[in-house]
């Protein structure tokens, strides 16, 4: 598919990444709770898996708690810790620009009695610091907020927001997907208490993902799927041997530079009347872009037809504006001329 640009929404899965599922797909199918050889193989390889994504953001093995995608890893995030405080209840804060994932259960929580402060983001889709310490209340009782915006390629500045959370004794979670592997994150430095990957969006296999847990056995969270003690206990299931070494392949082989896929994009977009929104701060291969006339729009959608989406993925299906670009203060009209353009990620030298 060489026009597609859509790598927001979901990436190939690389050859190394194929190469090292393959084995356990078939030759080496062992469950990995199983007391025998073949089953201690399956649990060694899994074990490997989570150093190594350990590793990358500086947490420990027994952190890692493997779940089918960043959607159940906050799911997991969200419930599972706001589920130990279902008699008292209690205060949330999160943004207006999260993933729907994040925003539904948000909304879930509300509906059974929990209250949820939604922050706004200035035009660019930075929530500011001073904005999230002014909604803290007595009864703040957790604060998720996404590390890079998947619409927009915005990068937040959660080493503020983990700092924020830690000196008001609040736990803090942040959706890493659209950053994991794009962006240095050392969950101790940024004062991270939960964070959530997803395997699809760096190159690894679709239902695969991951939550950070600080200290995840003597965790308060409450496992959304009971199960056989997997994961800690955390999130039962038959652990998924091959999408797991493949989510660890995926990290270690994720590209450190781009091809010359960014520079020959830089030399197409130039040709048009555009504005790129997000402001300074975003990762370099999430373009939000919005072309100037409605002419200006056919004329890049007839000289190249790519894929590309309007908002994200899960917006484009339905007929309207996205809650990102309306949060930024964009008119429907606007948002109707804005694209998303994202290419090949790659890891980016300083966030
Ligand atoms: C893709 C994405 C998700 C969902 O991840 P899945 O693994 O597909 O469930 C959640 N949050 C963000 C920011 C994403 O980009």
Request: charged share 20%.
């Amino acid at each position: 598919m060489d026009n597609y640009y859509d790598y927001a929404a979901s990436t190939p899965v690389s050859q190394r990444v194929l190469d090292a599922m393959k084995p356990w797909e078939n030759e080496k199918f062992a469950n990995a709770s199983s007391d025998h050889q073949a089953g201690r193989a399956s649990a060694l390889a899994i074990q490997q898996a989570r150093e190594c994504i350990a590793e990358k953001i500086r947490a420990l093995p027994s952190e890692i708690i493997f779940t089918s995608g960043a959607s159940e890893a906050n799911n997991l995030a969200l419930k599972g810790f706001t589920f130990k405080h279902l008699d008292t209840k209690g205060h949330i804060i999160t943004s207006e620009i999260e993933h729907k994932c994040i925003l539904n259960t948000c909304a879930f929580l509300e509906s059974i009695g929990f209250e949820v402060t939604y922050l706004a983001p200035d035009r660019d889709g930075r929530i500011s610091p001073s904005s999230l310490a002014a909604e803290i209340r007595s009864n703040t009782i957790l604060i998720s907020i996404h590390h890079v915006n998947n619409e927009l390629g915005t990068i937040q500045p959660i080493k503020e927001f983990g700092a924020i959370a830690f000196e008001n004794n609040i736990r803090f979670h942040t959706d890493a997907a659209q950053s994991f592997c794009k962006c240095d994150i050392d969950v101790d430095d940024m004062d991270i208490d939960m964070l959530s990957i997803s395997g699809h969006k760096i190159y690894g296999p679709k239902g695969i993902g991951a939550l950070y847990v600080r200290d995840a056995r003597d965790s308060e969270l409450v496992p959304l799927i009971h199960g056989g003690g997997q994961e800690a206990g955390l999130r039962g299931g038959t652990s998924p041997t091959p999408l797991i070494v493949g989510l660890a392949a995926a990290v270690e082989s994720y590209p450190t530079k781009s091809d010359s896929i960014e520079k020959q994009f830089l030399d197409v977009i130039a040709k048009f009347d555009f504005t790129r929104n997000g402001g300074v701060s975003v990762v370099p291969s999430t373009w939000s872009v919005t072309f100037q006339t409605d002419k200006e729009v056919k004329r890049f959608m007839s000289d190249y037809p790519w894929l590309i989406s309007q908002g994200s993925a899960c917006n484009a299906l339905s007929n309207v504006a996205s809650h990102v670009l309306t949060a930024i203060g964009m008119s429907e009209e606007t948002a109707r001329r804005t694209y998303r353009i994202s290419l090949p990620p790659h890891q980016i030298s300083e966030s």
